[in-house]
Structure formats: C-alpha cells, structure tokens
C-alpha cells in the first residue's frame, strides 16, 4: 500500500516563474492538505482539498493555488515566485470522516524541496 | 487555534525514557491532543493522539493531566532513530474533513549513544 507521494522531490526556480507540485494521496484517503515548511520552522497549512473544493485555507496569498482531480490527486501552483517562498512543500491525505472520533490523522509525504533563486 | 508551548530541545540517552511535555493551558472540551514528529528528511508522521485518559501505542504513551492543561509524550527506551522533532498539536474534531494541523515550533530530541 504506498503511502503519500509528491512530485518533484526538488526543484530550483527563479523570481517570477511559477511552479506545479503534484501529490498522489495514500490509498483510500480523499482529502489533500498542503503545507509549507520554511527551514528550521514547523510546517504551515496552506490550504486543503475535499471533493475537488478548497475546504480550508491558511494564511497564504492568492499566488498559491491548488486544484484536487476526480482520483483525489492533487497539484499546488505557486506563481510569481518570490525568494522567501523556497520552502520545504508537504502534501499530507486523510480520509474524509464525519462520525469517528479521534480518527483525524494525517499521513504526510516526504515533501517537495523548492528553491528560488 | 488553541496554542501549545514546548520546550525548544531535549536531549536524551539511548535506552532510557524521554518525557516530553507541551502546554496547552487554552485547550478546549473538544480538542484532542496530537502528537506528530519529523524525522530528518522526511514529512512529519502520527505518534499518538488522546483525548482525556492516558493512551499507549507501540510507538509512546500519552500521559494527559486532569485538567487538560498540559500533557506528556514519554519514549519508554530512546533509540538513535528516535531522533527527531516532535509536535505537540491540538485538533478540533467536531469539524470533520480533515482538520488542517497548526504546528508550533516542536522539541528537537537528540538522542546520544
């Protein structure tokens, strides 16, 4: 059973480019969050996906977009990129429950490094 | 979003227990208490969650104070690969659709030989 995927595992780009990270969910989750990790920081929640909609969204500017196809799957577009936006990108999945208690565990893929340059 | 205070770093020994705490004096009745942590490359992965009584998985144990206010995540034998930074985390369960997570800036665990 594989667990969270992302694609690219690095990336380098330059001020004003835009950039797409892919995420592939773990089996049986529906829902996608994104975060940004800065170095030495804790991880930032971007924004999360469920049922193709942005469902949440963290402090973040419109530049950051996402999109979650029909197979749950997701991309995160990043444009006109800035230097502080080289970060450590992580995709993590859950799946989508509404009765269970205590069941809201997210599994995290090991992340997309960016840097801009 | 209800924060939690951890301290900075800990260090510890290998095979003996680490105790980490987290303060989270403005929980509220329906958060639980998550514990994550990252190891070095990697994304952050589940150790544990509790809500009010104490909880032991293969991973750690969960000791919860009465009032909430505080809790403590204990590695009964720390090993090298235990190494890590760990997030205390609280989640609002009542909103279901997976929660988004609000890390703080966890404890960095040295574990020495």
């Known amino acids: 059973d594989a667990g969270v995927t992302q694609s690219p595992t690095h990336l380098i780009k330059t001020r004003g480019q835009q950039v797409t990270l892919r995420c592939s969910p773990k089996s049986g989750h529906d829902t996608v969050s994104w975060y940004q990790q800065a170095l030495g920081q804790g991880p930032q929640f971007i924004f999360q996906y469920y049922e193709e909609e942005e469902r949440q969204r963290g402090n973040f500017p419109d530049r950051f977009s996402g999109h979650q196809f029909p197979n749950y799957s997701s991309e995160l577009n990043v444009n006109a990129l800035l230097l502080g936006d080289s970060a450590l990108y992580l995709c993590a999945s859950n799946p989508h429950i509404w009765d269970r208690e205590g069941a809201n565990i997210q599994y995290f893929g090991a992340g997309t490094r960016l840097s801009v340059l | 979003d209800a924060k939690t205070t951890q301290p900075n770093s800990m260090e510890s020994n290998e095979e003996e227990p680490v105790h980490l705490p987290c303060n989270h004096s403005t929980i509220s009745g329906t958060d639980y208490i998550h514990w994550y942590r990252q190891l070095p490359s990697q994304g952050p992965e589940y150790v544990i969650h509790?809500?009010?009584s104490n909880v032991n998985n293969r991973m750690a144990s969960l000791a919860i104070a009465e009032d909430r206010k505080s809790s403590t995540l204990i590695l009964h034998r720390a090993t090298l690969r235990d190494a890590a930074v760990y997030y205390c985390i609280l989640t609002n369960h009542i909103k279901a659709a997976g929660n988004k997570l609000t890390f703080g800036g966890g404890t960095r665990v040295l574990v020495k030989p």
């Open positions: 509790g809500l009010t």
